[in-house]
C-alpha cells in the first residue's frame, strides 16, 4: 500500500542508533544513511521507512493522531523491539500486550520515540 514512509527528527544522531535498536528485532536494517537522512527496510530490500530532518530545514514536530505501526513476526520481536527502545530513552505509551479489543490476536506495544513521534510494533499472529 505505501511505497515509504518519513518520520522527522531534530537530532538524527540520536535518532540512527534509537531506531537501529527499535527495528533489528523486526528484521529491519539501515540501507541508507545521509547526513540528514536514515532508510531501513528488510534484509535484502530496499528502504521503506525513514528517519530525517524535515526538508523545508524547520523544526520536526509531532503529528496529533499519528501513529507509524510496525509489524513484527512474533510476540518476542514486539517485546525485544519495545524493550531496546525503552532502554535507549523511548517513552512509554502502552507496553506489550494483547489488545484483544482490535482482534483476539493483537499483541501490541506503543511508545513515543526520542522526538515525541507515536510508534506502534504489532503482531497480528496466533502465539
Not at 544513511?33 to 525513514?50: E, H, M, S
Not at 530532518?53 to 514536530?61: E, F, S, W
Not at 493522531?65 to 512474533?74: F, H, P, S, V
Request: glycine share 12%.
Amino acid at each position: 500500500m505505501f511505497s515509504h514512509v518519513t518520520i522527522g527528527s531534530n537530532d538524527l544522531g540520536r535518532a540512527k542508533p534509537f531506531y537501529d535498536g527499535l527495528l533489528k528485532p523486526l528484521g529491519l536494517v539501515r540501507h541508507a544513511d545521509y547526513p540528514n537522512a536514515a532508510g531501513y527496510g528488510p534484509v535484502g530490500g530496499r528502504p521503506q521507512l525513514w528517519v530525517l530532518n524535515p526538508l523545508d530545514k524547520k523544526a520536526a514536530t509531532v503529528g496529533n493522531g499519528i501513529t507509524i505501526g510496525l509489524e513484527a513476526t512474533d510476540r518476542n520481536a514486539v517485546d525485544a523491539a519495545y524493550k531496546a527502545a525503552i532502554a535507549a530513552g523511548a517513552t512509554n505509551e502502552g507496553a506489550p500486550g494483547l489488545r484483544e479489543h482490535y482482534h483476539p490476536n493483537y499483541y501490541g506495544a506503543y511508545l513515543r520515540d526520542l522526538d515525541g513521534n507515536k510508534i506502534c510494533v504489532v503482531c497480528h499472529r496466533k502465539p
